[in-house]
């Protein structure tokens, strides 16, 4: 039986349960490739860093689906839940969680459009009985604005993969699909580039970014590509540190330092 069919039985036995439903799209687009929306799908480590209103715990997983425990702030509240999310095909996730009264299946298919761009389309199913299907239009506006939310900081993410790809860089994959194991191993240099896509002039510029008076604190040079440096000048010693983070391509101009330490943000 195929991903496709099983959504779609999934989806059968629900209505067959008794349970109604009402469905919506929201669809967001940009310059990066459908694997990096898989890569940040399946990045469970990312939300305690990145995401103010999401975090999650992972319980179980395989390689392609994980459960996890989920807090999300909703309004002024922070809802606990269980979630399911497992590939359902090719460039396509399937997420199933059950808040309240209701029950939510959230699927998600990326796809390139053009050579650069690719379009990300959710579907979101709410199923309950028909009396708290009334309120579905309330239940829209709040995953709407929940996703507008996390969007923000996901896209970034996203965005920053398509920039480097646009330098040569690209991505180490092992199959077809990423794991969500292949997403926790952190000390993993993914990154994947050759010498010929280094450019002298670019990277030969400096641009100092802090003074203290008259002299100079901070500055950078380059660009945030693997020959971008951060300096960074205390008590008369300088240490230069790497502006971009070999394991996902993170710019590291704004990272934070502790006692000689980066932190990847």
């Given at each position: 039986?195929?991903?496709?069919?099983?959504?779609k039985?999934?989806?059968?036995?629900?209505?067959?349960?008794?349970?109604?439903?009402k469905?919506?799209?929201?669809?967001?687009s940009?310059?990066?490739?459908p694997e990096d929306?898989?890569w940040?799908?399946?990045?469970?480590l990312?939300?305690?860093?990145v995401?103010?209103?999401?975090?999650?715990?992972?319980?179980?997983?395989t390689?392609?689906?994980?459960t996890?425990?989920?807090?999300?702030?909703?309004?002024?509240?922070?809802?606990?839940?269980?979630g399911?999310?497992?590939?359902?095909?090719p460039?396509?996730?399937?997420?199933?969680?059950?808040i309240?009264?209701?029950?939510?299946v959230?699927?998600?298919e990326?796809?390139?459009?053009?050579?650069?761009?690719?379009?990300v389309?959710?579907?979101?199913?709410v199923?309950?009985?028909?009396?708290f299907?009334t309120?579905?239009?309330?239940?829209?506006w709040?995953?709407?604005k929940?996703y507008k939310?996390?969007?923000?900081?996901?896209?970034q993410?996203?965005?920053?993969k398509?920039?480097?790809r646009k330098?040569?860089?690209?991505f180490?994959?092992?199959?077809?699909?990423?794991?969500?194991?292949?997403t926790s191993k952190?000390?993993?240099?993914?990154?994947?580039?050759?010498?010929?896509?280094?450019n002298?002039?670019?990277?030969?510029?400096?641009l100092?970014?802090?003074?203290?008076?008259t002299s100079v604190?901070?500055?950078?040079?380059?660009i945030s590509?693997?020959?971008g440096l951060?300096g960074v000048i205390v008590?008369?010693?300088?240490?230069?540190?790497?502006?971009?983070?070999?394991h996902e391509g993170?710019?590291?101009?704004?990272a934070?330092?502790?006692?000689?330490?980066?932190s990847c943000?």
């Amino acid at each position: 039986m195929s991903s496709i069919k099983n959504i779609k039985s999934l989806l059968k036995s629900l209505q067959k349960s008794g349970l109604d439903f009402k469905s919506f799209q929201l669809i967001s687009s940009g310059e990066f490739d459908p694997e990096d929306v898989d890569w940040n799908f399946k990045d469970t480590l990312h939300p305690e860093f990145v995401h103010d209103l999401f975090s999650t715990i992972p319980l179980y997983q395989t390689d392609y689906s994980i459960t996890s425990i989920n807090t999300l702030k909703i309004l002024f509240f922070h809802t606990k839940y269980i979630g399911f999310q497992f590939d359902s095909g090719p460039n396509e996730m399937t997420y199933l969680t059950k808040i309240g009264p209701f029950f939510i299946v959230v699927n998600t298919e990326f796809y390139k459009n053009g050579a650069s761009k690719t379009d990300v389309i959710t579907t979101y199913r709410v199923f309950s009985n028909k009396l708290f299907l009334t309120i579905f239009p309330f239940v829209k506006w709040a995953i709407t604005k929940n996703y507008k939310n996390l969007m923000i900081d996901d896209m970034q993410m996203r965005k920053r993969k398509g920039e480097l790809r646009k330098l040569g860089i690209s991505f180490a994959k092992k199959n077809e699909r990423y794991t969500f194991a292949e997403t926790s191993k952190l000390n993993k240099k993914n990154c994947v580039y050759t010498l010929s896509i280094f450019n002298r002039s670019r990277s030969s510029k400096v641009l100092i970014t802090k003074k203290d008076g008259t002299s100079v604190v901070e500055f950078l040079t380059g660009i945030s590509d693997p020959w971008g440096l951060r300096g960074v000048i205390v008590n008369n010693k300088l240490a230069l540190y790497p502006r971009m983070y070999d394991h996902e391509g993170a710019c590291l101009d704004n990272a934070i330092l502790n006692k000689n330490i980066m932190s990847c943000p």
